[in-house]
């Protein structure tokens, strides 16, 4: 897949290694990326450079979380080893690979926004899932106020999508949904806005990464 060009670049100090704190300007628009990364994979590259390019932004996080509370402890690669894989799959590209929830010691998204917005004032978030999150997203921790704190962007992934359509967010929110054309602005959009890209559908998933590496089928 070629690379989408963000909407500009700005060059900057990285952050040091123990924070990962990232550094932005007022006025940038970043797309905000959580999970596991156990490990990272193409359909994450693939979320986020699509996110740079229909969404207009300047950059994509990735947020490693500590641990997923909807995800068993059993099978998770230790952070730096999920840091450093993601720094690999990541190199190029407009992405910073960062363990901020870890640094905030936040263990949810809606408490990580509120920490995020009020650490960076002027910039401009939009919370990037797939698919499949949006259809569990009711079960987790304050989940409408995820909704109400950063516009949302939510993209394909196999079987997902119909699916998708229907889940309790999707309809307590079908109000604020836009369409896919008009999603270059989100990130300046007040939020509650969220829209959903149907196509196209990456097949890789972590969960597949694990099986063929425990399988010994590289």
Same mark, same amino acid.
């Given at each position: 897949?070629?690379?989408?060009?963000?909407?500009?670049?700005?060059?900057?100090?990285?952050?040091?290694?123990?924070?990962?704190?990232?550094?932005?300007?007022?006025?940038?628009?970043? =797309?905000?990326?959580?999970?596991?990364?156990?490990?990272?994979?193409?359909?994450?590259?693939?979320?986020?450079?699509?996110?740079? =390019?229909?969404?207009?932004?300047?950059?994509?996080?990735?947020?490693?979380?500590?641990?997923?509370?909807?995800?068993?402890?059993?099978?998770?690669?230790?952070?730096?080893?999920?840091?450093?894989?993601?720094?690999?799959?990541?190199? =190029?590209?407009?992405?910073?690979?960062?363990?901020?929830?870890?640094?905030?010691?936040?263990?949810?998204?809606?408490?990580?926004?509120?920490?995020?917005?009020?650490?960076?004032? =002027?910039?401009?978030?939009?919370?990037?899932?797939?698919?499949?999150?949006?259809?569990?997203?009711?079960?987790?921790?304050?989940?409408?106020?995820?909704?109400?704190?950063?516009?949302?962007?939510?993209?394909?992934?196999?079987?997902?999508?119909?699916?998708?359509?229907?889940?309790?967010?999707?309809?307590?929110?079908?109000?604020?949904?836009?369409?896919?054309?008009?999603?270059?602005?989100?990130?300046?959009?007040?939020?509650?806005?969220?829209?959903?890209?149907?196509?196209?559908?990456?097949?890789?998933?972590?969960?597949?990464?694990?099986?063929?590496?425990?399988?010994?089928?590289?």
């Amino acid at each position: 897949m070629r690379h989408l060009t963000p909407r500009r670049r700005h060059i900057r100090s990285a952050p040091t290694q123990a924070s990962r704190r990232p550094i932005a300007e007022r006025g940038q628009r970043i =797309g905000l990326l959580g999970g596991s990364f156990n490990p990272a994979h193409d359909g994450h590259v693939e979320i986020s450079q699509l996110a740079l =390019g229909l969404l207009d932004l300047d950059e994509v996080w990735w947020l490693v979380a500590p641990q997923n509370p909807l995800k068993p402890e059993a099978g998770m690669a230790g952070m730096a080893e999920r840091l450093a894989a993601a720094d690999k799959i990541a190199a =190029g590209t407009p992405i910073k690979v960062t363990c901020i929830e870890a640094d905030l010691d936040t263990r949810y998204t809606a408490d990580t926004l509120e920490r995020l917005k009020s650490l960076y004032p =002027g910039v401009h978030f939009v919370w990037l899932m797939g698919a499949d999150n949006l259809v569990q997203i009711h079960h987790w921790v304050r989940w409408s106020s995820i909704f109400h704190a950063v516009p949302v962007a939510i993209f394909a992934r196999p079987t997902y999508s119909l699916r998708a359509e229907k889940a309790k967010a999707a309809r307590r929110f079908a109000r604020y949904r836009i369409k896919p054309l008009r999603a270059a602005g989100l990130a300046t959009k007040r939020p509650p806005v969220w829209v959903l890209f149907k196509k196209p559908h990456n097949p890789m998933s972590a969960t597949k990464l694990r099986r063929r590496k425990a399988s010994g089928d590289t």
